[in-house]
């Protein structure tokens, strides 16, 4: 059986023989969802809705060669017969000339019977090493970072220092209690809060550099904005170590699922600490998106963005139906900088 995605081009096509051009023809196309079961006959089984074309036999060569043909994509015709076409899991297709008994091939012999699969969705993971002269925690893994984009859409996630002391931090929009008053009801400034390392507002890190530098919101910036920060002088960008870039692919359901995890994140950005179990870091942080779009094959214990870095590289696999089972993709897209010194 013939699979196709949503957005596929489509076409059911026959050709005739000694059949007239302009000769009448009757196509049909039933929409099933996942209750078909593609070894009874299709014309028996109930559909979500059903589409009837009439049409005529047209020249394809000369003479009385002719074909039939009628071109669609699923979702559009679901659409048009005012189904949800993620609902859409087969279609069956039937071409037959009005009133005769003449000779007509059939593409897939007498009818046609496609599986719809979902679209897919190409998930990129940057990752920086910490820099081989790192010391102290930077040395141990700590240093570096590790993001993400779905599709287009690029997020992340560090320590919000408010090194200028403006902003206002809402411990109900954060939803962590950022003073450790024993309460989530304040709205404080950097100063009231011990931050460090261990313990920090969150924010997008990349993302907000991007966002104030082309004056849009974090959650508005894309890979490709992403990838031109990482490619400037380290000095501009405090990106000094060594970057690589992972891709793999995955069905549209699982990326919009960690979407919406990451849009609830940018949300409540919650507590940054490289000590787990007090908050999350850049890494978990990836890490868990992917969890929520079921891709669980990252270690729990896995921290540091050399750590993922190697998970990618050996564990990660695409689960999409155009790239099912394929290994990720690893890039290096940047070296490290030969002279940062710690």
């Not at 059911?12 to 051009?21: K, V």
């Not at 970072?145 to 411990?171: C, Q, W």
């Not at 924010?203 to 004056?215: D, F």
């Not at 998106?289 to 050996?314: F, H, S």
């Amino acid at each position: 059986m013939t699979t196709k995605t949503l957005d596929q081009n489509i076409k059911l096509f026959a050709r005739t023989i000694n059949i007239e051009i302009g000769t009448p023809t009757y196509i049909l196309v039933k929409l099933f969802d996942d209750s078909f079961d593609p070894k009874k006959d299709p014309l028996k089984q109930k559909a979500l809705a059903q589409k009837e074309y009439n049409d005529v036999v047209v020249e394809k060569d000369s003479g009385l060669t002719g074909k039939i043909e009628k071109k669609f994509t699923i979702r559009k015709l679901a659409q048009e017969l005012g189904v949800d076409p993620e609902k859409v899991k087969y279609i069956g297709g039937w071409i037959d000339i009005v009133e005769s008994e003449e000779e007509i091939i059939r593409e897939y012999e007498k009818e046609v019977l496609l599986k719809v699969e979902e679209p897919e969705e190409k998930i990129t993971i940057i990752v920086e090493l910490p820099h081989s002269k790192e010391t102290g925690w930077g040395a141990k893994g700590l240093a570096g970072h590790t993001a993400m984009a779905i599709g287009d859409s690029f997020f992340d996630y560090g320590p919000d220092y408010d090194r200028l002391g403006v902003k206002s931090f809402n411990e109900k929009e954060y939803q962590a209690d950022l003073n450790q008053d024993g309460d989530m009801e304040d709205i404080l400034k950097i100063s009231e809060i011990e931050s460090s390392f261990y313990f920090a507002p969150g924010r997008p890190w990349w993302g907000e550099i991007l966002g104030n530098t082309l004056s849009k919101n974090a959650n508005e910036v894309t890979l490709q904005e992403a990838l031109q920060l990482i490619n400037l002088p380290y000095k501009q960008t405090n990106i000094y170590g060594t970057v690589y870039k992972i891709e793999f692919y995955v069905k549209k359901s699982q990326a919009d699922k960690m979407i919406e995890w990451w849009k609830d994140r940018y949300k409540h950005l919650k507590i940054y600490s490289v000590k787990p179990w007090k908050g999350e870091q850049c890494t978990t942080t990836v890490k868990e998106a992917l969890a929520y779009g079921e891709i669980t094959d990252i270690d729990w214990n896995t921290l540091t963005p050399d750590g993922i870095l190697k998970d990618l590289d050996t564990e990660i696999k695409s689960t999409s139906f155009q790239h099912k089972n394929k290994p990720a993709k690893v890039t290096l897209i940047k070296k490290e900088a030969i002279d940062w010194k710690p």
